[in-house]
């Protein structure tokens, strides 16, 4: 591995590390309380639209990012 790709593989990794990426599936409302405390914190970068479960299953499952720092 040359130099030039040796650091550019660093900077993906390090790229990477900076975000965490989650699904989340519960209740509208915990999912609202638990977007309220990254949004708060600062750790919040995308949240996906609410997907439901389907069938009788009233939870919804939503994608989130969220900074590590």
Do not use: C, F, K
């Amino acid at each position: 591995m040359t130099t030039r790709e040796h650091a550019y593989a660093r900077a993906n990794s390090q790229r990477a590390a900076q975000y965490v990426e989650i699904w989340i599936v519960a209740q509208p409302s915990e999912i609202a309380s638990m977007v309220q405390v990254a949004s708060a914190s600062g750790r919040l970068v995308y949240l996906g639209p609410p997907q439901p479960m389907g069938g009788d299953d009233t939870r919804q499952r939503r994608y989130l990012r969220l900074r590590t720092r």
